[in-house]
Nanobody, 125 residues
Framework: QVQLVESGGGLVQAGGSLRLSCVASGRTFNSYIMGWFRQAPGKGREFVAAISRNGANTYYTDSVKGRFTISRVNAKNTVYLQMNSLKPDDTAVYYC??????????????????WGQGTQVTVSS
């Protein structure tokens, strides 16, 4: 089992940047595929980005390509989401997720077993 704790959210103006962090505790971090999701008020949980166990492979939803970067430092049990050129539409609670039993990157919330508590990101216009 793994526990996930996100941090780094906050209020930022459009065009600004934030870096989210997700620290994992428990079992071996490098055995997990990691993902970031977000959920805006009144909407479902949306895939943002995913990263492979060794960090060599990443995948993004179209709306964040070129603006967001997912990365991980396995020695620190941490996955990051660098968010640049933020837009009001990026406003949401951001969650990190972990899954051990897969050989490919995962983009659906139901594919992940472990979740953090979320961190709020608010982008003002």
């Amino acid at each position: 089992q793994v526990q996930l704790v996100e941090s780094g959210g906050g209020l930022v103006q459009a065009g600004g940047s934030l870096r989210l962090s997700c620290v994992a505790s428990g079992r071996t971090f490098n055995s997990y595929i990691m993902g970031w999701f977000r959920q805006a008020p009144g909407k479902g949980r949306e895939f943002v980005a995913a990263i492979s166990r060794n960090g060599a492979n990443t995948y993004y939803t179209d709306s964040v390509k070129g603006r967001f970067t997912i990365s991980r430092v396995n020695a620190k049990n941490t996955v990051y989401l660098q968010m640049n050129s933020l837009k009001p539409d990026d406003t949401a609670v951001y969650y990190c997720a972990a899954e051990e039993k897969s050989q490919s990157l995962l983009i659906r919330p139901t594919q992940y077993t472990y979740w953090g508590q979320g961190t709020q990101v608010t982008v003002s216009s």
